[in-house]
Structures are given as C-alpha cells and as structure tokens.
C-alpha cells in the first residue's frame, strides 16, 4: 500500500528554521515527482515547492523563493523541506505529495497533477 508520511511540524519563532520529512512506504520515490503544498485555515491549498523524479528540476512558490529548499534522499526514500527564516504567514499544514514521472520533468504547484498525499503536518509560528 503506498503511503506518505509528513514528520518534523511543530511550533517555531518568527525567524526560525524548521525541516519537514516525508518519508514513503510501499513504492519507490525514486521515480515519482514530489510535491510539497499547504493549507492555512480558510484558505485553499498552496503548492509550495515541487521537484521531478531526477532532481533536475525543482520549483518554489514566489512567497518562499530563497528561504525554502526542497531535497531528496532516495537511500532514505524521503523528501525534506528546509524552512527558514519562518514567518506568521507560513502557518498550515502541510503535505506532501507524489505522482509517477517517469520523464524526470514534473514539478508542478498545482494539487490537481498529485494523486498519492501523505495525512499533513502542523507548522505554527508565532512568537
């Protein structure tokens, strides 16, 4: 059964760093295009930052462009998320997500292009 999960959420200042893991179970992320989205209360979801299967190509939304960074590790079959520099409007859950990508050319933002999510993790920051 494929499942991701989502670990590393919790609560930081304004100005901190957190690092977010998805770790995958029951396929190989090896050939999967990752996705990491969020979803504030009342808002819809966001894509984050995307990556394709290969690592050759990797995306952020404008609003975390230079203080996010996506990664993977297939020997851990886990992606990470690095946050840093971590403000109030960073707050959500956020999710991970994959979807097949066997070209190593997928990295999209939007929900929609992802069929496998991990259940989401907690980031809070406030002070």
């Known amino acids: 059964q494929l499942q991701l999960v989502e670990s590393g959420g919790g609560l930081v200042q304004p100005g901190g760093s957190l690092r977010l893991s998805c770790t995958a179970s029951?396929?190989?992320?090896?050939?999967?295009?990752i996705g990491w989205f969020r979803q504030a209360p009342g808002k819809e979801r966001e894509g984050v930052s995307c990556?394709?299967?290969?690592?050759?190509?990797?995306g952020y939304a404008d609003s975390v462009k230079g203080r996010f960074i996506i990664s993977r590790d297939n020997a851990k079959n886990t992606v990470y998320l690095q946050m840093n520099s971590l403000k109030p409007e960073d707050t959500a859950v956020y999710y991970c997500a994959a979807e097949p990508d066997t070209v190593q050319a997928m990295c999209r933002l939007r929900a929609a292009d992802f069929g496998s999510w991990g259940q989401g993790t907690q980031v809070t920051v406030s002070s």
């Open positions: 990556m394709s299967s290969g690592g050759g190509r990797i």
């Open positions: 029951g396929f190989t992320l090896d050939y999967y295009a």
